[in-house]
């Protein structure tokens, strides 16, 4: 009954860190994606992948890479961290046609 | 390229009374629409979704969401507004002919405010 699961929940990175994301999902869903929150802005796509091995681009890519070598692992790296990537990051899968569902987040702080 | 308004940064209701979350889209086609609902450091979670059919569409906690293709409309409501009820509610957006990577776009969010 797991669902979409992110880690870690919190993070503090300084400037210029790299760290990585992860996100598993058990539901054996082909799509998954990562989004950012940012206040008052609701949720822009960062990377999105339709299976193993396919990744693209969303609306706001830079500064941050994917994988997808398997089917429920998506994780999310942030090379080189800057305080514009202070944010709420969520990942999320689906059937395809079904609804998406939402890990619990993940709050980075870039100071 | 597709988008969703929601005008109301906030909305303030009285327990018991109706409340309605105002969103509007715009995409090529018969949009699929959906409703999050998203409570303090959690993740979102799934209200509802308008796909084909009837235009009301009923979903989780007793709420409910009326399509209106003249006015491209997805109103979210509930009859009798519950204090637990606050949240940040989003209203998304999905083109029906997008077979790439059928992602969301969402709206900018909402923030339900329901006093005792």
């Known amino acids: 009954n797991a669902g979409v699961t992110q880690t870690p929940k919190f993070r503090i990175l300084k400037i210029g860190q790299s760290m990585t994301l992860q996100c598993t999902q058990d539901m054996n869903h082909n799509y998954m994606y990562w989004y950012r929150q940012d206040p008052g802005m609701g949720l822009k796509l960062i990377y999105y992948s339709v299976g193993a091995g396919i990744t693209d681009k969303g609306e706001v890519p830079n500064g941050y890479n994917v994988s997808r070598s398997t089917t429920e692992d998506f994780p999310l790296r942030l090379e080189l961290a800057a305080p514009s990537q202070t944010s709420v990051y969520f990942c999320a899968s689906t059937r395809g046609l079904d609804t998406i569902y939402f890990g619990e987040g993940s709050w980075l702080t870039v100071v | 390229a597709q988008s969703v308004a929601q005008p109301e940064d906030q909305v303030n209701v009285a327990e018991g009374n109706p409340l309605t979350v105002k969103c509007t889209y715009s995409?090529?086609?018969?949009?699929?629409l959906f409703w999050y609902v998203q409570y303090p450091n959690r993740g979102l979670q799934f209200l509802l979704k308008y796909i084909t059919g009837d235009n009301l569409v009923k979903g989780s906690y007793g709420f409910e969401a009326e399509f209106n293709k003249s006015q491209t409309s997805f109103h979210l409501k509930k009859p009798s507004a519950l204090v637990s009820d606050s949240a940040l509610y989003f209203c998304?957006?999905?083109?029906?002919?997008?077979?790439?990577?059928?992602?969301?776009?969402f709206g900018s969010g909402t923030r339900l405010q329901v006093q005792p």
């Open positions: 995409v090529s086609g018969n949009p699929y």
């Open positions: 998304a957006v999905r083109p029906p002919m997008d077979t790439g990577r059928r992602a969301l776009t």
